[in-house]
């Protein structure tokens, strides 16, 4: 157990829909990173928050947003969206933003059907 | 270029045996090489890591040995054992750019 923890571990849904991911880091980590893993695009850095603020983008849609509260846990909104959206979504943790040491919760499953 | 190319896709080794995974990248600002384990339903788990400061780097049954003038990093697994059955993941981090490349990933299976 990594001690991040991830909510919900499942979800459903249709095209066009929008949804919440939710992260909650390790004790005392800062820094919060949101990946998405699918089949043919393997693991994808999406973005990375450090104290609330981003930090750095990766490869995220505009339909995807993303926000760290003051008590450091982070959401991944998802909108409007497609089949491909369909992947596992880890959110992982540092305590440092210089993106080492990353401790990766269990991941979100979203089906979009 | 940001790639980082991970080979071979899958692994098949017999118990005991050592299992090796390459990785090459392409971006010398890269400045951190973690490996990652990931089960079946399980989010990535850190294994080892090593910066370029160092050619090798050993925990346990797992070595990393780095190359920097190939750019080129591997992991080793001596006596490799059924539970290390498992898709290994590596990647490179410009910690200075916010940049992180994963591989592909490698399944590796061990036959017991």
């Known amino acids: 157990d990594s001690g991040v923890t991830q909510t919900p571990k499942h979800l459903i849904t249709a095209t066009g829909q929008r949804v919440t991911l939710r992260c909650s880091p390790r004790s005392g980590d800062l820094s919060v990173y949101w990946y998405q893993q699918s089949l043919d695009q393997g693991l994808q850095f999406l973005i990375q928050y450090y104290n609330g603020e981003e930090r750095a983008k990766g490869n995220i849609l505009e339909r995807f947003s993303a926000q760290q509260f003051p008590d450091l846990h982070s959401e991944l909104n998802l909108s409007s969206l497609e089949l491909g959206d369909s992947a596992l979504y880890f959110c992982a943790s540092s305590v440092s933003p210089q993106m080492d040491e990353q401790f990766f919760g269990p991941g979100t499953r979203l089906t979009v059907l | 270029q940001q790639q980082v190319k991970q080979s071979p896709q899958s692994l098949i080794v017999q118990k005991g045996g050592i299992s090796i995974i390459n990785c090459a990248y392409e971006?010398?600002?890269?400045?951190?090489f973690p490996w990652y384990q990931q089960f079946p339903g399980k989010g990535p788990a850190l294994l080892i890591a090593i910066r370029p400061d160092v050619s090798e780097k050993k925990e346990g049954r797992f070595t990393i040995s780095f190359n920097k003038s190939a750019k080129q990093f591997s992991l080793h697994i001596m006596d490799s054992q059924p539970g290390d059955s498992a898709t290994y993941f590596c990647?490179?981090?410009?910690?200075?750019?916010?940049?992180?490349?994963f591989g592909a990933g490698t399944r590796l299976f061990v036959k017991a």
């Open positions: 971006n010398t600002a890269f400045d951190y």
């Open positions: 990647a490179a981090v410009n910690t200075g750019g916010f940049k992180t490349i």
